[in-house]
């Protein structure tokens, strides 16, 4: 049975980046997922092998069923989606604004002309964590949107394990005078039921799944704007 759901607003004052971190860490640590991690990757990537990216076709609405998770934040930068593109779509500096990412690298490219279909290694940490996820650009329309999806994990450095894990997509609207509004998306899915149940019932922090990975949208898109703001009018 499908059910719509209304984005739900999540409001961060991007205080620190170390409280999102620890709540993130608890929850993997001490959740049944991590620790029967065996049987829940083989059910995850038994699924997986057989679906395919799901793809959001608004960013004024959000539908998703028991199979999927999906969150978005939203804000207005004032500078031009162009030069919010350019920034954004630099992934090996994507470290800059987000609590999670630490930055990129090219497994056979230079970097330099991200298009459709440029896959890239993203380097992540949540406390003690280190992991590194192979991307696949799926959108690359400057000023417009950029996506990309999450097709395989391992620890540091070795990204080995195929199986497809998460959407996420960035859309620029031109808002006031060389302003832009910005809406981060993450979701996954479509994944067994069971486990988006057992995902949606983790709390740490009195946040479960969904609402940390809101809190992180929040701290990327905060910092994104005071970074750009500051940098154009220097």
């Known amino acids: 049975m499908v059910q719509n759901v209304g984005w739900t607003s999540v409001d961060w004052d991007g205080e620190s980046w170390a409280e999102a971190e620890r709540a993130a860490e608890k929850m993997v640590f001490r959740s049944p997922l991590f620790v029967a991690r065996s049987a829940g990757f083989l059910a995850l990537h038994a699924a997986n092998r057989a679906t395919k990216s799901l793809r959001h076709n608004g960013i004024a609405e959000t539908r998703f069923t028991e199979r999927t998770l999906a969150t978005q934040a939203r804000v ?4 031009p989606p162009e030069v919010v593109y350019s920034r954004v779509s ?11 990412n630490t930055g990129a690298t090219f497994p056979h490219a230079d970097g330099t002309d991200i298009h459709v279909g440029t896959i890239f290694h993203g380097h992540n940490k949540r406390g003690r964590l280190r992991w590194t996820t192979r991307c696949r650009v799926t959108e690359a329309t400057p000023g417009e949107c950029f996506s ?7 620890p540091s450095g070795k990204p080995l394990i195929p199986f497809s894990i998460a959407t996420w997509t960035y859309r620029f609207e031109p808002a006031a005078a060389d302003a832009t509004t910005v809406t981060e998306e993450w979701r996954i899915g479509p994944y067994p039921p069971a486990i988006i149940a057992v995902a949606r019932r983790l709390r740490e922090d009195d946040l479960d799944a969904l609402e940390l990975q809101s809190r992180n949208l929040r701290i990327t898109l ?13």
């Open 222 to 234: 905060n910092n994104l704007k005071r970074v750009l703001e500051a940098d154009a009018a220097s």
């Open 148 to 154: 990309f999806d999450v097709e395989a994990i391992g």
């Open 90 to 100: 630099d992934v090996a500096g994507m470290g800059r604004w987000s609590p999670e």
């Open 76 to 79: 207005q930068i004032d500078v």
